[in-house]
Structures are given as C-alpha cells and as structure tokens.
C-alpha cells in the first residue's frame, strides 16, 4: 500500500466515525447557518496574470509522516494571527488526525483568529468532507488528483464552488496537471514531495510549472527552507508558495514570512527585467 492510501484508509475510518456523530443533512443545516466563505481566489491573486509579488499560503502543520513530530504548537489561533501579521494571503490548517496531529477543532481556532481565507487541507475523500470543511468555516480545501477519479474530481470541484469556496487542485506530474486542467481548476498546486519516497524534489516545479495555461494561480507546495527555495519557485511562475515545516519551527514565523515575501518579489522583479 503506498503512503498515500495509506493516510486515506485512515481517513476513511475516522470519517466513518464523525459521520455516526453528524449526519449530512445536520452539515446542511450548519453550512446554512455559516458565515460566507472569504475568496480565496481572489486572495491569491485570482486571474491577474501582472504578477509582481509572491503569495505566502502559511501552515499549521503539527507533525508529518516525512519529519514526526514538528513543534509543540500549543495555540493554533495564535501562531495564525502571527502569520497573518507578516503578510500571508491564506492560512492552510491540516486537519488530518492520525499522521499530522490536526483536527476540526484546529480549524474553528484558526478560522476565528484571522479575517483572510482559511485552507482545510486534508486528503478530501468524500463528498461529506467538503461539507464538514464549510460547516466550521473553511474557504477552500485541497483535492489530491493522486487520490480521486476525473468523475470525482469534477464533481468535488463543482460542489466546493457550489458553497461558495475554492479548491487547490494538487498534482505531482505532468499527467495530473493535465487532469486538473482538464476538470477546470482554477488553483493548481505543484507538490515537490514524491508521495511514495516522500523526498522533496524542487526542481520537479521548474520542470512542470510551465504546463499550467496562464492566468490560473500556480502554487508551489512543500520544500521551502530559506529565501533562496523561494526566490526559486518565484522565478519558475509561482503565483504562491505553500509552506509548513520552516514557519512552525520557526522562532519568529511573522518576520520568516515578510522575510519570504521579499525574496519573492525581488526574483519576480528580476524576471521581469531579464524578460524586457
Ligand atoms: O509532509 C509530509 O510528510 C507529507 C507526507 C505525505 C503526504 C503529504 C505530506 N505533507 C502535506 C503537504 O503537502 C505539506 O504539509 C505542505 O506542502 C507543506 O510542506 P513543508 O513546507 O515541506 O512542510
């Protein structure tokens, strides 16, 4: 069995148990009941193909099956707001109980902490996952190309758009990115980590970044250590990084964003002046 069946067997267990607790139709009533989901398209730059600063999508990763353990982090909300105070566009929360330590309940924390666009990024598997995410407040979720059918990446797709969120589409090969873009994604992320060997390869964004058609938001996922990861990404196209294991060790992860903001805008700029 690969890692990522893996993880979505577990997945599958443990929503068979929240389903016992909350039926869908209960979801609906408290998707109803909700506030509006903020754009998270928007946020990340929507359609705008002018590209002059580099997008930070910012973690809160408690623990990993590449790494274990990460940090201690004790308040969810707080290292949100610190994020939203150095510049990041969204927050991501893994919500994934068994292999990364995250819950719904970090979700609720995060989503009230901040006002930008909250990502529920798990290994979405179900239909009633996507309603669970809108339920406690989520604005997008992640669909895993790797770990759904075309017929169930189009119909996941529609329903997020249907509550009024967006979807990172994720792909790790040339073959899921024309999946993606095929099924209509708007939002397409590159994830450098192999899913079978869990190594991080970066030079897989340079290589398949170029695949996506302009004006969709491209995000490079996982891998980013210090400027010089990011300042590589920007001046492969990405529109946006995603980043986990370097802000939650970090001592001070509001300044390491500015800091990544910066970097990614100057390679951006220096693109832009190699290209006149
Ligand atoms: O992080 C892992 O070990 C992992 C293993 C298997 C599937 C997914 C995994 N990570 C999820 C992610 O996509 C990352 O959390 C995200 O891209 C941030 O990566 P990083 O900045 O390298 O922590």
């Known amino acids: 069995m690969s890692v990522l069946q893996d993880i979505i067997a577990g997945v599958r267990e443990d929503l068979d148990v929240r389903k016992q607790a909350v039926s869908l ?5 408290r998707v109803a009941l909700a506030p509006p989901a903020r754009d998270g398209l928007a946020a990340l730059g929507g359609t705008d193909t002018a590209r002059t600063e580099l997008k930070v999508i910012a973690e809160v ?3 990993s099956p590449s790494k274990g353990d990460l940090a201690g982090i004790t308040d969810p909300a707080a290292l949100a707001a610190q994020y939203n105070d ?11 109980k068994r292999r ?3 819950s719904l309940a970090d979700l609720d924390a995060v989503r009230a902490a901040v006002d930008i666009p909250v990502l529920r990024k798990d290994f979405t598997c179900d239909p009633y996952m996507i309603w669970e995410a ?27 758009h249907e509550l009024g969120m967006n979807a990172i589409v994720e792909t790790h ?8 873009v095929s099924v209509g994604a708007k939002i397409i992320g590159i994830n450098v980590r192999n899913l079978k060997t869990l190594d991080v390869d970066r030079g897989v964004f340079a290589a398949l970044a170029g695949m996506i058609p302009q004006g969709q938001v491209v995000i490079a996922e996982s891998g980013v250590r210090d400027a010089e990861d990011v300042a590589h990404y920007a001046s492969h196209g990405a529109t946006a990084i995603l980043v986990g ?3 939650v060790k970090d001592a001070t992860p509001r300044e390491r964003i500015t800091e990544f903001k910066i970097a990614g805008a100057q390679a951006i700029r ?5 290209a006149e």
């Open 25 to 29: 139709e209960e979801l609906h009533k």
């Open 61 to 63: 990763k408690r623990r």
């Open 86 to 96: 150095g510049g990041a566009s969204v927050i991501s929360v893994l919500t994934e």
């Open 100 to 102: 990364f330590g995250g």
């Open 134 to 160: 809108r339920a406690h407040g989520a604005d997008l979720v992640l669909l895993i190309v790797a770990a759904l059918r075309d017929d169930e990446l189009r119909d996941y797709l529609a329903l997020t």
């Open 173 to 180: 090969t040339a073959q899921e990115i024309e999946r993606a």
């Open 245 to 247: 294991e370097a802000l």
């Open 270 to 274: 220096r693109g832009l002046i190699g």
